[in-house]
């Protein structure tokens, strides 16, 4: 039985839990020993450094402390209090939410949420307060839970906290709004560590509580600059007016343009944490995965869909690829804007002061209606209640929003008009726009193409990462795009690009797409990956060597594919209450064969998440390997019960149904799965193949379709011929063969059916 192939999720939040620290008993004896080796090791005997609280700031900084204390990073989040109830009023009038109603109410002592039975969930803290307020209520196994109704600080009202989260789909399916109990609204497991400062989540898989605890609410002064103890110390110890030689804290203008970058990314990123760390000087690379445009909470050309963060748009403006830009430029530390007003256009000074100079003829807009360059570079996109500014800093691309159905500044303020009109008046205003925009168009169409499955674009997409200059982003989500390909490029370049693509991205991207076990093949590629400098490629590396027994690696890898492999088991228990970490070991352990190990992670993620099919899909895998098929079919017939239809579910049920000999319900499936995704080759493939020698007819339209989806595979080629020939219908199993060696497909099977005929 051959089920799906294994699936790596798509994960939704950008956060990076602290651990519980293992306690680990040892004698007097020894400790004392540690204690004298670690300090002859240290030389100087340098004091541990502790966090302070931004309050032992003020002292020296009082300036510094004022502006960023009511900031919203300072208040990223707060306690109930009376002066944050003088800015809530009230909400007397229900709002409907997940079909119950609510109402907020509030004194200065405490608030509430209360339900249509009269039950009242205090809050306990607020969050944000930039575009809105979301209010956590604390419930009795430690999660603190985004309440159904929040307060929107602009429209002054109360709204739907369900409506203004969504989750996207693939397959043309509807947003779906995101229930309150959903974990995605759990604070402890999905936004915490970016609105407090050093945070254990401290979760008890055992029990599946939390006892959470942090340092200080809001983004802090230390949350930049390190623990403050010892510059507190050194810097009340110097004399007056001769600050020490050093101040024993990060000095923001010490780091690097990259370093300053990386600091904010951390919090500013649609990312995956490999570790449970990651502080200022640090390598983002080094700490997390980045989604890319594979995702579907971002349009095909790389503009933000969902709430990303804005890492991905800004790693594609040419104000960043070109070096030198920083977050701090537009911004202040404490998040706010450096440049408002008439003021606002002098953030593009140092690089565009003709075009600021003359903003209105190259805005085109002498009527003054739009003067600010940030109105259409950077237009503001409504999502959740938010607005979200497009960090990309691109020019409005009309041709591009046509073919992949995102905004543009143009049609954005001119609400009455198209995406057409709009290009025909840059066409008017730059008759070379679309000449020069070409490659964005191009890049964007690869991607929305494998999206929807159009594998005819496998070889433009190979030559488009196999560009060493192409953008990283994009290169990235191409490889993860890719379905197993019998293009004889695909797998060359991966291996290559795995050592020596320039971003570390495509490297763990490129890694990912290899398979160790397999393809013997693939393992120098890896080997290299495994010493590569940055972690996130390393541990991607270890993903696919971790099965291989040890007599299969060479000794002068065995060392470090053993620390690589540390890395990625402690990357995949970092987020034990999330339930990515379970399924994506799960993987590893059904490479590793241990199978029952790999099904009870994946009951696990399923137990965690019961609206997602994956740990259902590889569930069923696992237990179809057991050899216990009813354990299998359950998970599956559960995947295709869910709300949102799953090909990949009805895809793998119906091979099972047809391994025992269920014909009728393994066509049923398979038609169900080509109904969801028609680019589905291998279910018209299966299911042509439980229609040959009862319906001919069916038999060779579906391989026509496969052929058609994916036209460089040899396998649906040579069936389609062969069942030609077993019709009795050899000149059509010619003509087959002849237009398949005519675009360069051949394999052993074709070329024995060719002998066989011609």
Known sequence: MSLCREHIPRVQDSDAAGRKSQQVVV?????????????????????????????????????FYELWEPSHHGRALQPWSASLAALVPPQHDPIEADGHMYRADSTPEKGWVEDETGRQYPIAYALGGKNYYNFLTRLDDGRL??????????????????????????????????????????????????????LESNYDPQTDTYATTWNEPGISCESCHGPASEHVRVCRAAPANRPPRDLEIIAWNDLSIGQQNDACSGCHAKAIPLTARFETGDRFWDHFDLSSFEHIDHYADGRDLGENYTLGSWLLSPCVTRGGLSCTHCHTSSGRYRFKGDDANHACLPCHQERVNTAAAHMHHPDGGVTQCVQCHMPMNPFGGMNQSDHSMRPPLPHLSQAVGSRNACVMCHDDKDHAWALEQIRSWHPDFEKRTAPELDRALLVKGLRDGHWQKIPAALDFIA???????????????????????????????????????VRGAAAVGLDADAVPGDRPALFKAISDDYRLVRIRAAERLAALPERDVPIEHRDRLARAIREMWDSCNLRLDHWSSHFNAGNILMRQNQLEAAAAKYDRAHALRHDIPQPLINGAMAFARLGRLDEAESRLKKATALPEPCAEAHFNLGLLYAEVGRRDAAARELYRALELAPQNADAACNLAILKAGTDYPETFRLLRKAIEAAPDNPRYVHTLAFYYIEAREPDLARQVILEALQRGVTSPDIEALRRQIF
């Open 467 to 505: 560009n060493p200059d192409a953008d990283p982003l994009f290169a990235a989500a191409l490889i993860r795009l890719l379905p197993p390909s019998n293009d004889p490029r695909h797998r060359t370049l991966l291996r290559d690009l795995a050592s020596t693509a320039k971003h570390p991205l």
């Open 27 to 63: 004698s007097a004896r020894v400790l004392l020993g540690l204690g004298l080796l670690l300090l002859l090791l240290s030389g100087c005997g340098k004091r541990p450094r502790h966090y302070q609280g931004s309050v032992s700031c003020k002292e020296c900084h009082a300036r």
């Open 145 to 198: 839970q985004v309440l159904p109704i929040f307060y929107d600080v602009r429209e002054k009202r109360w709204r739907n906290t369900t409506l203004s989260m969504v989750r996207h789909f693939e397959n043309g399916l509807e947003d779906r709004p995101v229930s309150w109990r959903d974990p995605m609204l759990t604070f402890n497991a999905a936004c915490f560590s970016c609105h407090v400062s050093q």
